[in-house]
């Protein structure tokens, strides 16, 4: 299997400066970029890390969370996630 690629940066990063953010499932943050008009989908690593998946506009934001959602388990163990929803370190 593959390991699945994006950019690692810490959770202040990602939500810096955004509108709107939110967590619609265990291991998964949205956010809103205004800038580029566009939501970025992230994969939480650890309490302060995160994997940018992804990045789609409003049209596409609820069919790309439902390609991500079912990997997330995968992600975190290809990243070295400890399977414990209440501790990501």
């Known amino acids: 299997m593959d390991r699945i690629k994006g950019e690692i940066m810490s959770k202040d990063a990602f ?42 506009n409003d049209k596409e934001v609820h069919e790309k969370l439902r390609e991500w959602v079912p990997r997330v388990n ?4 290809q990243y070295g996630v400890k399977n414990d929803p209440g501790n990501y370190s």
């Open 15 to 56: 939500f810096n400066n955004v509108p709107y953010t939110k967590e619609p499932y265990e291991g998964i943050l949205i956010s809103a970029d205004t800038e580029h008009n566009q939501y970025k989908i992230a994969v939480q690593l650890s309490e302060n890390q995160v994997l940018l998946v992804d990045q789609v």
């Open 74 to 77: 995968e992600i975190q163990i």
